[in-house]
C-alpha cells in the first residue's frame, strides 16, 4: 500500500499555500524536497489526550517513529478534510468525524534513515473522540497506538533525548492545534 502512494500526485505550493504544480509523493519527498500540500489530523479525548500512532517499519520517512493520529497528502484539488476524513479510515478505522481545520504548520525535515525530505504546508485537524473509539489500525501503516496527555507530550518534545522517538512535525502541530482547541469547543 505504501509503495502505490509513493506514485500518487501531490499539490505543490508557493510559501503562502497556492498551488503551483503537482507532482508524484516520490518526487515531491526526494532532496531537497518540494513544499507540497499535507494534512495531519489530532484526535483529542475530553481528558485532554491525543491520539498518538507509530508509524510502520515500512513508512519511507520517519519509520517507527511516534506521531500524530494520522498524517497523509489531499490529491491536487482535494480539500484537505476529505483528504483526512479518507486516511483516518484507511489508516486507523475511524469513520465519520467532523473535522475541524485549526491552521497550517509549514516545515522541511530530512530523514536520515532513508534520505528522504518532509517539506511541507500542513493542514491541521482535529477532532474530539470518546476515549473507548473503536480503533482498527492497518498493521501495514500504524505499529501502535497510545493516548497521551497533550501537556505532557508537549514537554517530552522539548527534551533534546526523544526527539529520535517522534516524528520531526508532531512539535508544530500540536503547537498550531492546542492553543485553538477551546476556541472549537475541544477544551
Same mark, same amino acid.
Given at each position: 500500500m505504501t509503495g502505490t502512494r509513493e506514485l500518487e500526485l #501531490?499539490?505543490?505550493?508557493?510559501?503562502?499555500? #497556492?498551488?503551483?504544480? /503537482?507532482? /508524484?509523493?516520490?518526487a515531491a519527498h526526494t532532496a531537497p524536497g518540494q513544499l507540497h500540500r499535507a494534512f495531519s489530523v489530532l484526535l483529542f479525548d475530553g481528558a485532554g489526550r491525543t491520539l498518538l500512532q507509530r508509524r510502520a517499519a515500512?513508512? /519511507?520517512?520517519?519509520?517507527?517513529?511516534?506521531?500524530n493520529t494520522c498524517c497523509g497528502h489531499p490529491a491536487p484539488d482535494e480539500p484537505a478534510a476529505?483528504?483526512?476524513s479518507r486516511r483516518l479510515a484507511e489508516e486507523i478505522g475511524v469513520r465519520g468525524l467532523e473535522l475541524a481545520e485549526v491552521g497550517v504548520y509549514t516545515y522541511?525535515?530530512?530523514?536520515?534513515? /532513508?534520505?528522504r525530505v518532509e517539506h511541507e504546508y500542513d493542514h491541521v485537524l482535529v477532532a474530539r473522540v470518546a476515549t473507548d473509539i473503536a480503533?482498527?489500525?492497518?498493521?501495514?501503516?500504524?505499529?501502535g497506538t497510545r493516548?497521551?496527555?497533550?501537556?505532557?507530550?508537549i514537554a517530552e518534545l522539548a527534551r533534546p533525548e526523544s526527539q529520535q522517538e517522534y516524528a520531526p512535525w508532531l512539535s508544530g502541530v500540536l503547537q498550531?492545534?492546542?492553543?485553538?482547541?477551546?476556541?472549537i469547543g475541544l477544551n
Open positions: #501531490v499539490e505543490l505550493v508557493s510559501a503562502d499555500g #497556492v498551488g503551483c504544480g /503537482t507532482a /508524484t509523493v516520490v515500512v513508512k /519511507t520517512r520517519f519509520a517507527h517513529r511516534w506521531a476529505v483528504a483526512a522541511r525535515a530530512g530523514d536520515p534513515a /532513508t534520505g480503533l482498527a489500525p492497518d498493521p501495514a501503516e500504524v505499529a493516548w497521551t496527555p497533550a501537556d505532557e507530550l498550531v492545534a492546542v492553543p485553538r482547541l477551546s476556541d
